[in-house]
Every structure is written in C-alpha cells, then in structure tokens.
C-alpha cells in the first residue's frame, strides 16, 4: 500500500461544556452588547466566539425558532456545537463552524428580539420572563467540540464545516472564494478583473467574482499564481514532472496563497497580460469572430487552452529580447487562428496535434504536460508539413478564413 498518500489527521478534537450564559455574556456598556458572540457582527476582535466568513445565515421561521427556544426550557438534548480554535495577540478565540445558525436565533431571544410563545399561546420576551425561567435558560449545557492544531497546508476548515453538512468535499471554487478577504493572491483576483489591462470578455469575466458567479475564481488564482511561482517552483523542484504550478488546486496552492505579492510580481502581472493582449488584439483583427458567428471567444482564462501555453512560454523567456517575444507573439497568433479554422485541431473535436501524446499530455496542467504541448507547437509550426504526416495532423490550410473542405468534426466535450 502507497501510505504517503494515505489521509492524514487534518486536526485535533476535544469536548469541552459550557452554558448558553457563558456564550451570551454581555459587556457593561449603556447599551449591553454579548462580550463572547455576536451574530450580526461576526469576526468582531476581541470577541471569544466568531463566525466566520465562511459560514451563511439560513432563515428561519417563527416557528422553528420557537421550537428551538422550546428545546432549551425543556432540556432536551441538542446537537453540539462545533467550533475551531484559533490564536492571536489577544489570546485565543473560537469560530463557530456548526451550530451559529441555533445560537444565533437563541442570541435573538436573549437580546429580546422575538418573544417565546408558550403552549397557551402567551408571547413573551426573555426580559418578561421569571428570574428563575431566565436562570433555566442561561444555564442550558451545550457540549463544545473543538477543532485544534488544524493542519491548514493541506485542509481548510470550511470544508469540514461543508462536510458536516452535506458529507462531500468543498470544491476549489469554494475554497477560495472562503479566502477571499484573507490571502493576498485570491484578493488580488478580485482587484485583477478590473484593472483596464483585464479583458473581461475574454477572460469570461463580464459578471465579474460573486457567489453565484465563482466559476473562474480558480483559473483566475491559478495565472496569478503561476506568474508569482513558477521560477520559485523550477528552481527548488527536483522533478520537473512534480511540478503543478498551472493546475488549479487550492491545496497545492495553499502555502503561496497566504504570501504578499511584491510590487515586482504585481508588475509582471501587468506585463503578461499586456503581452497576452496584443495577441488576442491580433487574433481577433486578422480573422474575424463572425467567420464562425457561433464561436466562443471568452476561454482565454482557460490555462488548459491557448493560455497556458502562452504563459509557460513567457515564463521560460521572460528576459529575452523584444525580437523573440514578437516572435512568439505572432506564432500565437497563427496558429490559434489556424485552429479556428480547423474544426478538430487543438482545442476542439479531435485535437489532432496531440496525436502520439499520452493521454495525461493532451489535457493536464501539470507544467510538464503543458511543456510537451508547446514542444509540440513549436515542432508543427517550425516544420507544419512533416509534423503533420508525421502524427497524422488535420488543419484546415486556406488562410482565407474559408475552408476548402469539410473536416471531420466532433463537439467540444469541455
């Protein structure tokens, strides 16, 4: 058995008791506030229990919320409530990753927002309440289960929140839109989409980053994250076949994530998608989109088409001269104008310029997957006509932007 890729222990867990007084505690201020947790404010400093950004606000009707209230005054058992612990200047404080939701709403009632209303249908509020039926409450026993030690290198604690509820794993999208006000690289995302060098409908970035619309949030990452990293990752790996700087993977991603981005990167950034534009500029104007009128022309985030190519070779040739990146500029421009006219020649149908390549080659991400494809690239546009015999390459060769012959297609399965 392979145990180096047997999961390991993601984080410690630990019980602890408390009561529903402890967590509601308020501060002295005229206007008491809770000092441990607050719903509406949540990662507040200072404060002992925190939700974090992660966590949603399902609503709840009047109903179930009095069942709830309900619940405690009878003691009977309620789920426990699990919670990360966490460090910082002032001292440890926990963030509720199960159970807000319940607390929240019997926040509500201790706060004197709603009343509780008892069998005979009396309402009343926490406030009205008998000293002794406020004492039966303040001291409800909750079980704590506290997540310790968590190994955040490979595991986000929000996809163990995800797992209790649902039982499947976060998906990268997720991951990192839960860290998007925390990790520089997936804030700088969020600021890239409208710097003026962004070319949104491109980059299928019109509706911009929401939670509805975090599709693209990955590859978005991802090419900020391959600018920054991939000279670091070639000169520290052994393997060049390990290295996974274009593959989308917030795990693989994860201890880059959290590192400020030098005003040198942010300018590289700048730089690469300046070059990327010209091309697409030049794609564009040489051969029209309405040739094919039904033709998708928003898949340059895509680092597994024409992008990741582009970038891999700017990487390995980023302190050459003007002359070769000009060169290659106008390469681009060729063939993946070649390949919009050809029905199955690199990204569609086919795809035949991967012919002869293993199957991991074709499609992957890893840098070394990308390397053969360029390789590849090179090989056909330096010597088209034996290249092509060679792996038996179809294309389309009237430069017209007419094709001259039927060629034989097959619906793009991305």
């Known amino acids: 058995m392979a145990l180096q890729h047997f999961p390991v222990r993601a984080m410690t867990r630990t019980r602890q008791e408390t009561t529903?007084?402890?967590?509601?505690?308020?501060?002295?201020?005229?206007?008491?506030?809770?000092?441990?947790?607050?719903?509406?404010?949540?990662?507040q400093n200072g404060m002992k229990y925190r939700i974090p950004e992660h966590q949603r606000y399902p609503q709840w009707s009047s109903e179930q919320k009095n069942s709830l209230i309900d619940t405690v005054f009878r003691n009977y058992p309620m789920n426990g409530i699990v919670v990360s612990q966490h460090v910082e200047d002032n001292g440890i404080y926990y963030d509720l990753e199960d159970g807000q939701?319940?607390?929240?709403?019997?926040?509500?009632f201790f706060l004197n927002e709603y009343p509780f209303t008892l069998d005979d249908g009396t309402t009343m509020f926490y406030h009205e309440l008998p000293r002794a039926e406020q004492r039966k409450f303040d001291s409800y026993r909750i079980t704590l289960e506290i997540l310790s030690d968590i190994n955040e290198e490979g595991h986000d604690i929000s996809e163990a929140f995800h797992r209790l509820q649902c039982g499947t794993p976060l998906k990268d999208k997720d991951l990192y839109w839960n860290r998007k006000d925390e990790y520089p690289l997936v804030k700088k995302a969020f600021t890239l989409i409208n710097e003026p060098y962004w070319q949104s409908g491109y980059m299928n970035t019109v509706k911009g980053i929401t939670d509805k619309h975090r599709n693209h949030l990955p590859d978005i990452v991802t090419l900020i994250y391959a600018i920054i990293n991939y000279n670091l990752k070639k000169s520290s790996?052994?393997?060049?076949?390990k290295r996974k700087t274009f593959w989308k993977c917030f795990r693989v991603q994860v201890p880059e994530l959290k590192i400020e981005i030098s005003d040198a990167d942010n300018a590289r950034i700048e730089k690469f998608m300046t070059y990327?534009?010209?091309?697409?500029?030049?794609?564009?104007t040489?051969?029209?989109?309405?040739?094919?009128p039904?033709?998708?022309?928003?898949k340059w985030c895509n680092l597994a088409h024409q992008t990741g190519m582009i970038l891999y070779e700017w990487l390995e040739n980023e302190t050459a001269d003007e002359a070769v990146m000009e060169a290659h500029q106008e390469k681009w421009v060729e063939m993946i104008n070649l390949d919009?006219?050809?029905?199955?020649?690199?990204?569609?149908?086919?795809?035949?310029?991967?012919?002869?390549?293993?199957?991991?080659?074709?499609?992957?991400?890893?840098?070394?997957?990308?390397a053969a494809r360029l390789e590849r690239v090179n090989e056909f546009y330096?010597?088209?006509?034996?290249t092509a015999a060679t792996y038996s390459i179809i294309y389309n060769q009237n430069v017209d932007g007419e094709e001259e012959e039927e060629v034989e297609y097959v619906a793009d399965s991305d």
Request: hydrophobic content about 25%; aromatic content about 8%.
């Open 237 to 241: 790996e052994e393997r060049p076949s």
């Open 286 to 292: 040489e051969l029209s989109p309405s040739t094919s």
């Open 340 to 370: 919009r006219r050809s029905g199955g020649l690199m990204f569609k149908g086919k795809k035949t310029m991967w012919n002869g390549m293993t199957s991991t080659n074709k499609q992957n991400t890893a840098d070394a997957s990308i």
């Open 101 to 108: 939701t319940r607390l929240s709403n019997l926040q509500g």
């Open 294 to 298: 039904k033709e998708k022309v928003n």
């Open 382 to 386: 330096d010597n088209r006509e034996t």
């Open 276 to 284: 990327l534009n010209e091309i697409i500029s030049d794609v564009y």
């Open 20 to 43: 529903l007084g402890d967590i509601f505690e308020l501060d002295y201020s005229e206007d008491p506030q809770p000092r441990y947790f607050n719903s509406k404010t949540r990662r």
